[in-house]
C-alpha cells in the first residue's frame, strides 16, 4: 500500500520513511515512531493499518542516523543490535526526523503521533517538546524519565500490566505526575503487546487499545 520516501530533517540529516495513503480524502496525518527494530515488516502494517482507517500514515527510519536500512526481527541476536542502535541515537536527533515526517504530510490536515516501544518514549518527547494535535505512546519505557514535562496536546498512554520495562513504580510516576492525562492498563499484556510479530502480542489488549487509539485520533485529528 505504500512506498519509501527520502526527508530531509532541520539538521540537514537525509532519511528514509515509508509513507501509506487512504484510498479516499485523508482524515489526517498520523507519524508512526518505530520499536528498536527499525522501519520494519511490523512497522509497515501498522501504517498500512491506519491509511485503510483513512489517515496518511508516516514512519521515519530513526536508526538512518546511525545506519541505513536497518530492520530487524524479535529474537536475539536482533534486539541486541537494536538495543545497541538505539543506545547511538540522541532524543534530539530523532524529534528533528518525527517533525520532518510531520512537515511531509501536514497537508492531509492536522498531524498526530502514535509510538511503539522506543517509539512510545519519542511520542511522549513529541507531546512536550514538539507541536501535534494529538499523540498516542505505547508501552514508552522511558515515558516516567520525563513524566514532568508537560504536554501541549492531549495524549493517552497504553501499557501492559506485565510489562518489565514498565514496573508499577514508573507507572505509578507518570500518573502522580500527569493525573489528568489517560493511562490505560492491559491486564496479562506484556510490553510489546501490539506486534503480532512477538511473543508477546496480546489480541485482546491490541484489539481494545486499537479501539481507544481510534477513537481518540478521530476526537482530536478527524
Not at 184 to 194: L, R
Request: with cysteine.
Amino acid at each position: 500500500m505504500g512506498n519509501t520516501i527520502r526527508l530531509t530533517a532541520g539538521d540537514g540529516h537525509q532519511l528514509d520513511a515509508y509513507q501509506a495513503d487512504p484510498d479516499g480524502a485523508p482524515k489526517g496525518a498520523i507519524v508512526i515512531i518505530q520499536e528498536i527494530f527499525g522501519v520494519n515488516s511490523h512497522i509497515r502494517s501498522v501504517c498500512d493499518g491506519y491509511a485503510a482507517d483513512g489517515y496518511v500514515a508516516i514512519a521515519p527510519a530513526l536508526f538512518d542516523r546511525v545506519e541505513r536500512g536497518i530492520e530487524l526481527g524479535y529474537v536475539e541476536p536482533d534486539m541486541g543490535r537494536g538495543r545497541e542502535t538505539r543506545g547511538k541515537l540522541s532524543w534530539d536527533g530523532a524529534l528533528a526526523d518525527v517533525s520532518a515526517a510531520a512537515a511531509a504530510v501536514k497537508s492531509a490536515g492536522k498531524v498526530a503521533v502514535v509510538g511503539y516501544c522506543y517509539g512510545g518514549s519519542v511520542a511522549w518527547l513529541a507531546a512536550t517538546r514538539l507541536d501535534f494535535a494529538a499523540v498516542v505512546s505505547y508501552y514508552g519505557g522511558n515515558v516516567a524519565e520525563f513524566a514532568e514535562e508537560q504536554p501541549k496536546c492531549p495524549v493517552i498512554l497504553h501499557i501492559g500490566d506485565q510489562d518489565k520495562a514498565i514496573d508499577a513504580g514508573k507507572i505509578e510516576t507518570i500518573k502522580n505526575a500527569q493525573p489528568d492525562i489517560p493511562v490505560y492498563i492491559y491486564q496479562g499484556a506484556g510490553h510489546g503487546f501490539n506486534c503480532e510479530q512477538r511473543g508477546s502480542f496480546h489480541q485482546e489488549a491490541t484489539k481494545v487499545a486499537r479501539g481507544r487509539t481510534l477513537e481518540f485520533l478521530a476526537e482530536h485529528i478527524g
